[in-house]
């Protein structure tokens, strides 16, 4: 007897053979963040301003005496700052282990982070970039770029978030025959 949101096995989309979908009850990804524990909500909070600090610290957003900043914050850099910390804090927060995870992570969130840093930081103080375009390549062609690099980083990070949600609603499991 299947009771209301219990898993229905279904064959027609799975995507190996020898494997069944067990799909829950009709939701989206995003509902089952309602049915998150309180410890993941404290992860997601956690890890939010980790990457804040992590983040904020070495590019100066965040004012300090350890790091210097030769070019001055843009204005969409806090802005496109605290989504990356909401969404990596949800992205971190799906790894607090509940008992319908089983899917594996994936590098989506790792690229999307890493772009937003780069998105954020001075463009003549990334050592990467100083490298590649020298001093007026880097304001001249990386500059420009950061940018693109917040939207690609944050577009990444919602697709690793959706990943990691759907997959707690949906996932192939071996047929035991």
Not at 22 to 39: G, H, I, K, N
Not at 142 to 156: E, T
Not at 164 to 170: D, K, P, V, Y
């Amino acid at each position: 007897m299947a009771m209301k949101g219990s898993p229905m096995p279904t064959t027609e989309a799975a995507e190996q053979p020898g494997t069944v979908t067990l799909t829950a009850a009709p939701t989206s990804a995003w509902t089952t963040l309602r049915d998150w524990p309180a410890r993941r909500w404290w992860a997601a909070a956690l890890a939010a301003v980790g990457t804040v600090l992590v983040v904020g610290l070495p590019t100066v957003l965040i004012p300090n005496s350890i790091f210097g900043r030769a070019v001055p914050v843009t204005w969409w850099a806090w802005p496109v700052l605290v989504v990356t910390a909401l969404l990596a804090g949800l992205v971190s927060a799906t790894y607090v282990r509940s008992t319908s995870t089983t899917d594996k992570g994936s590098t989506s969130g790792l690229a999307g982070g890493v772009l937003s840093y780069l998105a954020v930081g001075c463009p003549v103080c990334n050592k990467i970039a100083l490298l590649a375009f020298g001093y007026s390549g880097a304001l001249q062609w990386f500059a420009p770029a950061q940018p693109v690099l917040a939207v690609l980083g944050i577009a990444l990070l919602a697709y690793a978030l959706h990943r990691r949600l759907r997959g707690e609603i949906a996932c192939a499991v071996p047929v035991r025959r």
